[in-house]
């Protein structure tokens, strides 16, 4: 079992940054592709961004690439977003996941451990 908790969240107005945590306890955290997705309402949930276990590779949604950084440190059991030059359309629900694998992962359904979720609200 893997426990994951977001933190950092908050309004923030456009071209505003701020940076999400993720703190994982339980199982070993360093064996997890990790990931960052986000939900609005009324709307899916949607990739933001992955990152293999060892961090040497990621992938982002397009519509984040070049303003949002996922990155982490296995020795902490921590994951991070930067996020920089919010938009109002960044405004969602933030979550953090954690899946076994050997790749990023994009899809929602395959992960298999969820936090909570943290709020981003970004004002025009």
């Known amino acids: 079992q893997v426990q994951l908790v977001e933190s950092g969240g908050g309004l923030v107005q456009a071209g505003g940054s701020l940076r999400l945590s993720c703190a994982a306890s339980?199982?070993?955290?360093?064996?997890?592709?990790m990931g960052w997705f986000r939900q609005a309402p009324e709307k899916e949930r949607e990739f933001v961004a992955s990152?293999?276990?060892?961090?040497?590779?990621?992938a982002y949604a397009d519509s984040v690439k070049g303003r949002f950084t996922i990155s982490r440190d296995n020795a902490k059991n921590m994951l991070y977003l930067q996020m920089n030059t919010l938009k109002p359309e960044d405004t969602a629900v933030y979550y953090c996941?954690?899946?076994?694998?050997?790749?990023?992962?994009?899809?929602?359904?395959?992960?298999?451990?969820w936090g909570h979720g943290t709020q981003v609200t970004v004002s025009s």
């Open positions: 996941a954690a899946v076994t694998g050997t790749g990023v992962v994009l899809t929602p359904r395959l992960y298999d451990y």
């Open positions: 339980g199982r070993t955290f360093s064996g997890y592709t």
């Open positions: 990152i293999l276990w060892n961090g040497y590779k990621t």
